[in-house]
């Protein structure tokens, strides 16, 4: 049965590229959702900042030291500027498109800022945002997943993937303010097993918003025994 729908499924995407093929969203060159010099056309994130005040500037984008107590994560890194209208049609495409190809062209993305600042990645471990198993069945995969095995792949960061687990299905958070979101995330995330404090965990997401997702991942695994906790996303939302 696996290999019938493996193979429909190549049928399929043949057919697509065939008929449809693929082409950057900038450019509208063929063979892409986005070419190599439009690519490197993005614009990183150049200043960091403290994810919970978002006004002071920082290297790697720790919580400062008038917001130090105030976040069970140690900081949040943002790798590309926002405001970009190309980042956020890959972006849309890869979670609500289900063009899962995009997935190498954000991660290259990540990793050429994202090793910039952090030189080494020893001890370094990514763990990615989970998605509730409903959810993650409507999408076909999860985004933060499939990102953070292509960055293992690409460094020698170790990525682990079911040690968080994500207990309970939340309504969106779309609509919802900071302290609403994090109401509506509590206790909605377990740890699998007890951590590595010497360790330094990277929770790896697509968009940060609020940073109260992130927030409540990091809080798991502190509970575990985690004592470095950073956030690890692609864009901020608004």
Excluded at 81 to 88: F, T
Excluded at 183 to 212: C, M, P, W
Aim: charged share 20%; net charge positive; glycine share 4%.
């Amino acid at each position: 049965m696996k290999n019938i729908f493996f193979m429909f499924h190549k049928l399929k995407k043949t057919l697509l590229d065939l008929f449809f093929p693929l082409r950057c969203v900038a450019c509208k060159k063929e063979g892409a959702w986005i070419c190599k010099n439009c690519l490197n056309r993005l614009s990183l994130r150049q200043i960091q900042t403290c994810p919970i005040c978002k006004s002071r500037p920082r290297d790697f984008g720790e919580v400062c030291d008038f917001c130090h107590g105030k976040s069970n994560l140690n900081g949040i890194f943002v790798v590309a500027e926002s405001h970009q209208q190309v980042l956020r049609q890959l972006i849309h495409k890869f979670k609500y498109n289900f063009c899962q190809e995009v997935s190498i062209n954000l991660a290259e993305l990540i990793l050429r800022n994202f090793s910039q600042h952090f030189l080494s990645t020893e001890n370094l471990i990514l763990i990615p945002v989970p998605l509730h198993p409903k959810r993650e069945r409507w999408r076909g995969f999860n985004q933060s997943a499939l990102l953070s095995s292509l960055l293992g792949s690409y460094s020698n960061m170790l990525t682990l993937k079911n040690v968080l687990l994500r207990t309970r299905h939340t309504k969106s958070q779309m609509k919802l303010k900071r302290q609403q979101r994090l109401r509506n995330l509590e206790d909605a995330f377990l740890v699998h097993g007890q951590l590595d404090s010497k360790s330094t965990y990277i929770l790896l997401d697509d968009i940060v918003t609020t940073g109260a997702t992130l927030e409540a991942c990091a809080k798991a695994l502190r509970a575990a025994g985690a004592r470095q906790v950073w956030g690890l996303a692609l864009s901020r939302g608004t």
